[in-house]
């Protein structure tokens, strides 16, 4: 970073006179930061980090904010992106274009299993389980959720359009009774959580995962999705 912010003031002349002030080295190492963090290809919420932290530590020292409130802003981040620390899992939310494509799954699935058990892993808000009990031939819809503001609104969710939204690590979650599973995750937890699906999922089920595949893993299927992030679905028939 120090050999960042180097380059940075070597070319800072062309752009400001110095001596340069502290915002102005802020202010170029942001700018790196985001730069450096679209080049290797970080998912565009790293941007906002990338740029935004520093700049907000910079008006936190000058404005002598108080550090109680940084500790209070990190408690409520904590609980709101826990399972980022836990399991190197973000907040990823599915939009209603992927909800349109779970509700095809089911259909197309509901050929051979007219009653079909949906399982959100990491259900986030709780929107999918919500918008999945609420079609027809899905029997059951559940999802599991630890990180706990999202917990609290998908079980208040729940509560006023349909399915079930529980506290509990997916690891320690039985699949052997849903027939349709749905995760949107990380690169990381792949490996593990398909061993889990082989083990524990019926014959003829369906696992789907939104953006990560598994890896050296045939998908059975490939969805690419007409929304603006290029939303891509794998799909593995157990």
């Known amino acids: 970073m120090f050999v960042v912010i180097a380059l940075g003031i070597s070319i800072a002349p062309y752009f400001f006179p110095p001596p340069y002030s502290i915002f102005v080295l802020v202010m170029i190492q942001t700018l790196f930061a985001v730069l450096i963090s679209r080049a290797i290809g970080l998912p565009y919420w790293w941007l906002w980090i990338q740029g935004g932290i520093p700049v907000g530590l910079y008006l936190g020292v000058a404005l002598e904010f108080n550090p109680l409130w940084a ?18 899992v973000p907040l990823y939310l599915t939009n209603q274009t992927t909800r349109q494509a779970l509700k095809k799954a089911a259909k197309e699935l ?44 998908s079980k208040l969710s729940s509560w006023i359009g349909g399915g079930e939204i529980l506290a509990q690590d997916i690891w320690k979650t039985d699949l052997s009774d849903y027939h349709l599973v749905y995760a949107f995750l990380s690169p990381e937890p792949m490996p593990k959580l398909w061993q889990k699906v082989t083990d524990e999922m019926q014959k003829g089920s369906v696992f789907i995962s939104n953006s990560f595949a598994v890896p ?23």
């Open 216 to 238: 050296n893993v045939e998908p059975t299927d490939i969805w690419q999705l007409p929304d603006g992030r290029e939303t891509v679905l794998y799909l593995y028939q157990i």
């Open 71 to 88: 500790l209070m802003i990190f408690v409520l981040l904590w609980l709101l992106f826990r399972n980022v620390f836990s399991e190197r």
């Open 110 to 153: 509901s050929h051979i299993q007219p009653k079909i058990h949906f399982m959100d892993l990491g259900c986030g808000l709780g929107g999918n389980v919500v918008f999945m009990s609420q079609q027809r031939g899905v029997e059951l819809s559940t999802g599991v959720e630890t990180a706990p503001i999202p917990y609290l609104f």
